[in-house]
């Protein structure tokens, strides 16, 4: 035996016992060298078919009469934030006036309440890590509201108004901000600023195929101060199947975060279950919401 062969073997010998593993037979035919199957496609989130005419189709939550809880329907309620920020917004947010708020995030996921967030694209533009991980995260899904945060339909709180040659690009730009930032978990509907929409608009949007989200309860936090009035607000309103709207912004919405802290044990304790916009969509239409 040559030295180079003795030293061949002492070594694979040395190898062996320090754990080292022998070469792995080669794969048959056929086999997965992986031992992983393909993953899944992602489940396509549900939409409504096209108003008459091709219109934008829109998803309205109505109060049951009298303001009575629907007692055959599931306990079921969508918090949905708006992550508002204008295009003109800029300046102050350079000069440190804050448009996220990551405290509120933060308290969704350790209170593990899935949430859709209705994100301007010059909200993710001016927080593009925090865009990512939102849209990155299981627990959320990101909705388009617009690129500039301007009103669809005049008179809107005073909004800058968008022309109707300009609103399909509002909603691309806003889509390719999301993109530009990383979300992936993002979802075609689309909420109006400021609720405001009229026939001209739906009919522009067509193009667009996204589903239009309104709400049926106000949480009234928009620059509120009074978290408890804000959580009042919300417990009076919601109803199986409700769709909340709140904010997700620091400076326009102060309140939020601590109004959230008590909303949602005292909803959990009525027996409330948190959905997304997509999963209340999904069962509606599969007639899950009545039981």
């Known amino acids: 035996m040559t030295t180079l062969t003795v030293l061949g073997v002492l070594t694979g010998a040395a190898l062996a016992g320090c754990g080292g593993t022998s070469p792995a037979p080669a794969p048959t035919a056929g086999a997965s060298t992986s031992g992983a199957s393909a993953p899944a496609a992602p489940k396509k989130p549900p939409t409504m078919a096209p108003g008459p005419a091709g219109r934008t189709p829109v998803f309205e939550r109505r109060p049951t009469a009298g303001g009575a809880a629907d007692r055959s329907a599931e306990k079921v309620v969508a918090l949905t934030f708006d992550a508002d920020m204008t295009a003109d917004q800029g300046p102050r947010a350079a000069s440190g006036e804050r448009f996220d708020n990551p405290e509120l995030v933060a308290l969704l996921r350790r209170l593990k309440v899935p949430s859709t967030v209705f994100m301007t694209g010059r909200w993710a533009e001016e927080y593009p890590a925090q865009a990512k991980a939102i849209g990155t995260d299981p627990m959320f899904e990101i909705a388009n509201h617009s690129y500039s945060h301007y009103a669809f339909s005049s008179p809107c709180y005073g909004l800058p108004v968008v022309g109707r040659a300009?609103?399909?690009?509002?909603?691309?730009?806003?889509?390719?901000?999301?993109?530009?930032?990383?979300?992936?978990?993002?979802?075609?509907?689309?909420?109006?600023?400021?609720?405001?929409?009229?026939?001209?608009?739906?009919?522009?949007?067509?193009?667009?195929?996204?589903?239009?989200?309104?709400?049926?309860?106000?949480?009234?936090?928009?620059?509120?101060?009074?978290?408890?009035?804000?959580?009042?607000?919300?417990l009076d309103g919601v109803r199986p199947g409700s769709l909340v709207v709140m904010h997700c912004t620091r400076s326009a919405a102060p309140a939020t975060e601590a109004a959230v802290r008590r909303i949602v044990p005292e909803l959990r304790e009525r027996g409330y279950r948190f959905v997304k916009v997509s999963e209340l969509m999904e069962e509606e239409s599969s007639g899950e919401l009545r039981k």
């Open 166 to 234: 300009a609103m399909a690009r509002e909603l691309e730009r806003a889509f390719s901000a999301f993109r530009k930032a990383g979300a992936r978990n993002v979802v075609p509907y689309f909420r109006f600023p400021g609720g405001c929409y009229d026939d001209t608009a739906l009919r522009a949007l067509a193009p667009a195929n996204v589903t239009a989200v309104q709400w049926d309860v106000v949480s009234g936090d928009a620059f509120a101060t009074d978290a408890d009035a804000v959580a009042e607000q919300v």
